[in-house]
Each structure stands twice: as structure tokens, then as C-alpha cells.
Antibody
């Protein structure tokens, strides 16, 4: 059974940095692309970034490009999101999500970790 | 970027009603569309992918249709467990984009 557990959220000051982690289990982590999706309080879903199964390909939403960096450690089955120059509108629950390999929709999600920028 | 527009944003319905939610893409996404259900405080759940393929364990009262730029999610007979917010998502091109959501409320 796929299990994704995010950590690293919290309250951070404007302009500072934060690193999120997502520990994966129950599937072949090094076979699937992994994503970060966020949801601001009371708002809809916003895709943030993706990293390919081998870490070679990465894409970002325009809203985070140049400030956020997605990475992964396949040996530790862990996904990361390094967030810098944080803004108030980055306040959200951040979910990690697994895609289907060739198809980039999300069949498994973590519970999310809340990032509050103030 | 491909913009996804859902309508309505809120829908009031009764148990047993047939409910239809529309998702419109700003350019053709062929059939690269998924639907999710999210309940308050919960994680989104995959309902449908490839426009019309039901996710694992999803009841058959849910169905999806469309192609190109116009898509629909239909619930044939609304059940108490279906009151939630529904999102469409295109995965034709990066950046991936979601619709704004449709909240299905009890009438």
C-alpha cells in the first residue's frame, strides 16, 4: 500500500527558507515521478513542481520558479522541496503526490504539511 | 499555460439528484483529464482519469465524458457521501493545472 508522509512544515518569516520532505513507502519509489501540490487555506489545488523518476527532469509552476527546488533521494525513498524567498502567498498545505509514470495525474497523496509564512 | 474553468463553482442538490459538473480547457487537452473529490480537511481522492476511466474503488454512479476542451463529471444519483468539492486537472502539458473547484452542497 502506497504511503506518503510529508514533514518540515511550520511557521516561517517572510523571505526565509524552508525544506519539506516526503517519505515514501509501499511502492517502487525510483519508478515514478513525484509532485508537490499545494492548497492555500480555503482555496483550490495548485500544482507546484514535478521531478522525474530519476531526478533528471524537473518542472515548476511559474509562481515558484526560481525560488523552489524539487529533488529526490531514491536510496532513501524521499522527496524534497526546498523553498526560499518565501512570500505570504506561499502559505498553504503542501501535499506530495505520486503519478502514474507516463501519466501525470495523482493516484496517491500524502496527508500534507502546513506552511505558514508571516 | 492551459487554463481550466469549472462550472458551477457551487451546486446545491438533494440526495438522489443527477448532478453534472463541467470543466473547460483553454486549449485542447485531448483526453488527458482527471477528476478528484475532496472533503473538508481531507486529501483529494482520484475519481476519474483519462476523461472517463474510474479510479480504484470509485462507485459506478460517477462517470466522466468529453474530449478536446469540454468535459463533464456526472453523478447519476447523489449520495450523502458525495457532498464534497470536485476538481478537474489537465495533464496534457506542463504546468499541470486544476480547475477552481465545484462545491456540491446539500439543498
Amino acid at each position: 500500500q502506497v504511503h506518503l508522509v510529508e514533514s518540515g512544515g511550520g511557521v516561517v518569516q517572510l523571505g526565509r527558507s524552508l525544506r519539506l520532505s516526503c517519505a515514501a513507502s509501499g511502492f517502487s519509489f525510483n519508478t515514478y515521478g513525484m509532485h508537490w501540490v499545494r492548497q492555500a487555506p480555503g482555496k483550490g489545488l495548485e500544482w507546484v513542481a514535478v521531478i522525474s523518476y530519476n531526478g533528471r527532469n524537473k518542472y515548476y509552476a511559474d509562481s515558484v520558479k526560481g525560488r523552489f527546488t524539487i529533488s529526490r533521494d531514491n536510496s532513501k525513498k524521499t522527496l524534497f522541496l526546498q523553498m526560499s524567498s518565501l512570500r505570504a502567498d506561499d502559505t498553504a498545505v503542501y501535499f506530495c503526490a505520486k503519478d502514474l509514470g507516463a501519466d501525470h495525474y495523482f493516484d496517491s497523496w500524502g496527508q500534507g504539511t502546513l506552511v505558514t509564512v508571516s | 499555460d492551459i487554463q481550466m474553468t469549472q462550472s458551477p463553482s457551487t451546486l446545491s442538490a438533494s440526495v438522489g439528484d443527477r448532478v453534472t459538473i463541467t470543466c473547460r480547457a483553454s486549449q485542447s487537452i485531448t483526453n488527458w483529464l482527471a477528476w478528484y473529490q475532496q472533503k473538508p480537511g481531507k486529501v483529494p481522492k482520484l475519481l476519474i482519469y483519462w476523461t472517463s476511466t474510474l479510479g480504484s474503488g470509485v462507485p459506478s454512479r460517477f462517470s466522466g465524458s468529453g474530449s478536446g476542451t469540454e468535459f463533464t463529471l456526472t453523478i447519476s444519483s447523489l449520495q450523502p457521501d458525495d457532498f464534497a468539492t470536485y476538481y478537474c486537472q489537465q495533464y496534457n502539458l506542463y504546468p499541470l493545472t486544476f480547475g477552481g473547484g465545484t462545491k456540491v452542497e446539500i439543498k
